[in-house]
């Protein structure tokens, strides 16, 4: 059961990617919707991990 939900995750996220793919070529109006909302999604990632204080100390650090 969980690697169908893992699995299932993993599709939305593989087909959110291509849409803002396709979305910055020009894409249909839906294709430009689901792209929207998925780097929405990823802000709200970005923001709640910021929040808790965690830092993966390889991509933030200067050098």
């Known amino acids: 059961m969980t690697v169908l939900v893992l699995s299932g995750v993993l599709l939305l996220v593989v087909g959110g990617c291509v849409c803002v793919v396709w979305a910055a070529r020009g894409g249909p109006r839906w294709v430009r919707g689901v792209a929207r909302v998925t780097l929405a999604a ?15 100390g390889g991509d933030d650090s200067d050098g």
């Open 42 to 56: 990823g802000e709200l990632a970005r923001a709640s991990r910021r929040s808790s204080g965690r830092s993966s």
